[in-house]
């Protein structure tokens, strides 16, 4: 692999995982970054994809994608460019996976997970709020939800990817609250970088699927 052949497109949300990797592994690759808000749709994200696709720099003959498939974000995506995507479902189970075991998703139902550096970002509470303001629901009807959400979730899980500080006091505290909120209970899971490491290095077993120019990214081959 020639780094100066070679460029990174990730979610704006892996920045400072996309970062500490290269400077793991030694590499000093360009990167491009797609907005984390596409994410919520993921036809909207799809296009964004296929925009920078079609403008990379001259000179270039491979791209390392750090996202996962994200909702059907890549399907049926090819490019004149060759294509190495870690078979995940999305950048949570991405982090998740410190193990050289191919697995897709590592999320495990009613858990909620937490990333990132400063947890209000993610706060649940927070977020339900807001929703419930923007859409003008009442009093009873976001008591109803909010028991909806409760019945949903068990567990909030903080994932301690080595980067985000998460074993502080003061983020627990914060995390801890969104607990109670929702009657879960708080743990911590290892995460962290070892996928892009993987990916940064060349080193594209099971894990990845690798897609030779004109391609296109197939759900069946993407996720395990």
Request: glycine residues 6%; hydrophobic residues 40%.
């Amino acid at each position: 692999m020639d780094q100066d052949k070679t460029i990174i497109l990730a979610c704006s949300s892996l920045t400072e995982y996309v970062e500490a990797a290269q400077e793991s592994v030694g590499t000093r690759m360009r990167v491009r970054y797609l907005n984390r808000i596409y994410h919520r749709d993921p036809a909207e994200m799809q296009e964004h994809i296929k925009t920078e696709l079609g403008r990379m720099p001259e000179g270039i003959d491979t791209v390392l994608v750090c996202m996962g498939f994200c909702g059907g974000s890549w399907n049926n995506v090819q490019s004149r460019y060759r294509l190495v995507i870690p078979r995940v479902d999305d950048c949570v189970s991405l982090l998740l996976q410190i193990k050289d075991e191919p697995v897709s998703n590592l999320k495990k139902t009613g858990h909620l997970y937490v990333r990132a550096k400063d947890p209000s970002t993610e706060s649940f509470k927070a977020i339900f709020e807001r929703m419930a303001e923007a859409y003008h629901v009442d009093d009873e009807t976001a008591e109803q939800k909010h028991k909806e959400w409760m019945a949903l979730y068990s567990t909030i899980s903080v994932m301690d990817t080595g980067i985000n500080q998460c074993r502080r006091e003061e983020y627990a505290a914060v995390v801890k609250k969104d607990a109670d909120w929702l009657g879960a209970r708080m743990e911590y899971v290892e995460s962290g970088i070892h996928l892009l490491e993987k990916l940064f290095s060349g080193n594209w077993d099971a894990q990845f699927l690798v897609l030779e120019p004109g391609r296109a990214v197939q759900k069946e081959e993407m996720l395990i």
